[in-house]
């Protein structure tokens, strides 16, 4: 199957408050060899106010953000969807973008009614993660790369080190096209020097073989960042799924604890194993391609514990409840952001129809059919739009709510249900930037002075 990598560089750091200002990507076949490029860059969106230290990493100036010679978001969201249609099927592949820029496609999806929020895992798309793929091989196979060390020696991780340390010269680093090029060339090491350890990574993109090889209750080992220092692996087992959740499965850590002295614990008991400060057992999950892999050497002790969990199913359920009581419900809390709500529910087959028809009509049909939308979300977002980008068709009230709403947005309490980027941290940012002598000057000042007209 080919390979979609991809990479976004952005506002800030927030997939649900920030927005795309480039999107890269390359398709290749299975052995890497490229068959198609894109670069695409937009415009910021009229609501979002760029982090100061965002523009500062990519390099973009602010003028560059509201280049009128580039689509707006709207246009580049239907690009994007574009895109994803006609490289499918495909593993949509990034250098940790599971956890990033996965993440804000489905909100750029979402917030242009796009009709199909999770388009890289639908129609024959799977995901994967190289960060993590990476995090496995210095674990598995160190001898596989060079790893780079900061001034204290301390390993790091990042593609802009990794990627020029391992013979990949001339990387451009935080501009999208370059980290897509490192990210392939990464990946194509793994592939090449340990193609087992890439072949048995690359399956966990199917949630299937995921649940196969958990239910199985063999000892397995889960590679990540647990706490401080280095990527290392957890011997665990698996304990059940959530039972609020069927993609987070239950991950018991048969070093950390004997499952027979919490098999018969108290709620109490059990549900600090799953959400204390050191927890035993782990969420994981099983839609996100875990680098999760088979143990070749069990040990006897090992087995036994797992074979304890095995033969528990009471005990089983009881994690799957105390997994789900994590994130109690709260039918007396407001409602949160609209941009939060994203997982609050499908469309019906009605409001994807309408939406399917919003991309493709003008813009005064756009605000008929956003009136029509049975999902508040839909139509909240929809109107959004319309002020956004038609702002001619607002009547005089509409106009003075839609000036209201930016206002209150740009001009937001420094809270942390503030969640955006507002003038004042913005303010506070170009603050810290003007004490750090690696910071350019003259970048501070033009960010400076776009800001003044979020006034």
């Known amino acids: 199957m080919n390979f979609a990598f991809y990479d976004l560089e952005t506002t800030g750091i927030s997939p649900a408050f920030d927005q795309p200002l480039q999107f890269a990507a390359i398709l290749t ?45 709207f246009e580049l969201s239907q690009s994007l969807s574009q895109l994803v249609s006609r490289w499918s099927p495909a593993i949509w592949t990034g250098f940790n973008s599971i956890r990033f820029d996965e993440e804000m496609l489905r909100q750029v999806f979402y917030q242009n009614l796009q009709a199909n929020v999770f388009a890289t895992q639908f129609n024959g798309n799977t995901r994967f993660d190289i960060m993590t793929a990476v995090f496995a091989v210095w674990n598995r196979n160190p001898e596989i790369f060079d790893w780079p060390a900061d001034e204290t020696g301390r390993v790091r991780f990042n593609l802009d080190r990794l990627a020029p340390s391992n013979g ?26 340990d193609p087992a350890l890439w072949a048995e990574l690359l399956e966990n993109r199917h949630k299937a073989s995921i649940q196969a090889h958990l239910e199985g209750f063999q000892p397995m080992e ?22 609020s959740n069927p993609n987070q499965a239950a991950f018991f850590d048969l070093e950390a604890c004997d499952p027979a002295d919490l098999i018969d614990a108290d709620e109490r008991e059990l549900f600090n194993a799953v959400d204390g400060s050191t927890k035993i057992i782990r969420s994981v999950s099983i839609n996100k391609s875990p680098p999760l892999l088979a143990l070749s050497d069990p040990t006897d002790e090992q087995l036994r514990r797992a074979r304890l969990i095995a033969e528990a199913p009471v005990f089983r359920e009881r994690v799957a409840c105390a997994l789900a009581a994590r994130f109690p419900s709260d039918t007396e809390a407001p409602l949160p952001p609209i941009e939060r709500q994203i997982f609050d529910g499908f469309y019906s087959y009605s409001d994807k129809a309408l939406i399917g028809e919003f991309q493709k009509a003008e813009w005064p049909r756009r605000q008929e059919i956003v009136v029509e939308l049975d999902d508040k979300r839909l139509r909240q977002l929809g109107r959004r739009l319309v ?4 702002p001619s068709l607002l009547v005089e009230d509409e106009r003075q709510q839609f000036d209201d709403w930016l206002h209150k947005k740009w001009t937001g309490p420094d809270l942390p249900s503030t969640e955006w980027m507002t003038l004042g941290k913005a303010r506070r940012a170009l603050d810290e930037m003007r004490k750090d002598a690696n910071c350019n000057k003259v970048m501070i000042d033009e960010i400076n002075q776009f800001l003044c007209q979020f006034d």
Do not use: K, M
Request: proline share 8%.
């Open 168 to 193: 990949f010269n001339g990387h451009n680093a935080h501009d999208a096209l370059g980290d897509v090029e490192a990210t392939i060339h990464i990946a194509r090491a793994i592939a090449q020097r």
């Open 29 to 73: 076949d299975a052995h890497f060899r490229e068959i198609e490029r894109v670069d695409l860059r937009c415009r910021i969106a009229p609501h979002i106010i760029p982090s100061p230290w965002a523009l500062a990493v990519t390099g973009l100036h602010p003028q560059q953000l509201v280049d009128p010679d580039l689509p707006n978001l």
């Open 387 to 390: 002020a956004f980008y038609a």
């Open 222 to 243: 889960l590679f990540g960042c647990f706490g401080a220092g280095p990527p290392r692996g957890l011997v665990g087992c698996f304990c059940g799924y959530s039972a």
